[in-house]
């Protein structure tokens, strides 16, 4: 057993408490390797956010989990040696069963999700409940998910969404204890969250998403106050990251997300946690593209992965700073 503690994280509890009642929200980025780790300590240390480094169960396995507690570790010093002690959360992103969850809780992870949602209503209860039982004995925060996102992210896929019953939030916090909830309220997993069909077109052909839904957002603030809620699925596919790929030799069509004024709508609100990795994906993309079409002899991976590292830290900084408010909250 080795608890987060040692590693010199913290937990989500007292990050959230800050959030909601600040008006903003804690970026939770995704990483698999050195260079991603890099960027977002670079960019959190820079503008003093506190951050939730995100893991998926695959990314876990990619990294592996006897090296992740290290670059945990490594993470921690590497903020020191910048100049700034940001609190780091080391965080399990979409955990689907108890057994994952528990083997994170004991290989130091501060925050786990348990993501009960492709399960029926009481299935969905219980097995968060179980989860939140214990993770709670060390002191590891538990986030929950009511509701389902569609696309396809990683090892988390699905083919349509559900929306969020604000009537069911109440007794799903009660009953399980979770320390925040993920909603769906319109977002998606990828860099395609919508269809073509599903977008309008402005004047300049771009296509403009339907609006996420906040009534459901407002109507789960009244049944629950304060209480941390969480979105998934909430990068914003920047058209110019688009343009640089497929300029570059990629093929990525029709790719749209979320865009940024309604997450800074959303990061005001109970919103306190906001989940982006395809954009980080796109960046660090964008960047190789550009590196191999101007320099197709190049080998070297430091000279492809080290701008994408610094493309990444860019646009990490971008939204820490511009939409979740983030930026001197550590």
Same mark, same amino acid.
């Given at each position: ?5 040692? *590693?010199?994280?913290?937990?989500? $509890?007292?990050?959230?408490?800050? #959030?909601?009642k600040? @008006? /903003?929200? =804690? %970026? ?8 991603q ?25 990619y990294?592996?989990?006897t *090296?992740?507690?290290?670059l945990? $570790?490594?993470?921690?010093?590497? #903020?020191?040696?910048? @100049? /700034?002690? =940001? %609190?780091?959360v ?12 528990k083997?994170c809780?004991?290989?130091g ?16 209860v219980?097995l968060?409940?179980?989860v ?12 929950g ?40 309220i ?21 296509l ?34 688009i343009?640089?790929?497929n ?8 790719a749209?997300g979320?865009?940024e ?7 005001k ?10 954009d980080g ?33 860019e ?16």
């Amino acid at each position: 057993m080795l608890s987060y503690k040692e *590693l010199g994280l913290v937990n989500s $509890k007292e990050l959230f408490a800050k #959030a909601v009642k600040g @008006g /903003y929200a =804690i %970026p939770a980025f995704n990483f698999n390797n050195l260079e991603q780790l890099q960027a977002i300590i670079a960019a959190c240390v820079e503008t003093k956010s506190p951050v939730i480094l995100q893991v998926s169960s695959g990314a876990r396995k990619y990294a592996n989990q006897t *090296l992740l507690k290290h670059l945990a $570790k490594g993470a921690v010093d590497y #903020a020191h040696e910048l @100049g /700034y002690d =940001i %609190p780091i959360v080391l965080h399990l992103d979409h955990g689907d069963t108890f057994e994952l969850c528990k083997s994170c809780v004991e290989s130091g992870f501060s925050s786990v999700m348990i993501d009960g949602s492709h399960h029926p209503y009481e299935k969905n209860v219980e097995l968060t409940a179980q989860v939140v039982e214990y993770a709670h004995k060390y002191d590891v925060t538990v986030e929950g998910e009511l509701g389902v996102l569609a696309g396809i992210e990683d090892e988390v896929s699905s083919e349509v969404s559900h929306y969020t019953k604000p009537e069911e939030v109440e007794d799903f916090v009660k009953k399980t204890g979770v320390d925040s909830l993920a909603i769906s309220i319109g977002t998606s997993h990828g860099a395609n969250k919508f269809t073509p069909e599903q977008c309008t077109r402005n004047e300049d052909g771009i296509l403009i998403p339907p609006p996420l839904r906040f009534d459901i957002l407002e109507e789960v603030e009244k049944r629950i106050p304060g209480f941390p809620i969480v979105l998934h699925g909430a990068s914003s596919v920047p058209a110019e990251l688009i343009k640089i790929i497929n300029s570059n030799g990629g093929k990525l069509k029709d790719a749209v997300g979320i865009p940024e004024e309604q997450l800074r709508r959303a990061a005001k609100s109970a919103v306190c946690k906001v989940n982006i990795d395809s954009d980080g994906r796109l960046a660090m993309t964008a960047a190789i593209r550009k590196v191999f079409n101007e320099n197709p002899a190049e080998f070297d991976p430091r000279k492809y992965l080290g701008p994408a590292r610094d493309a990444l830290k860019e646009l990490y900084k971008h939204k820490i700073i511009n939409v979740l408010g983030s930026a001197g909250k550590a």
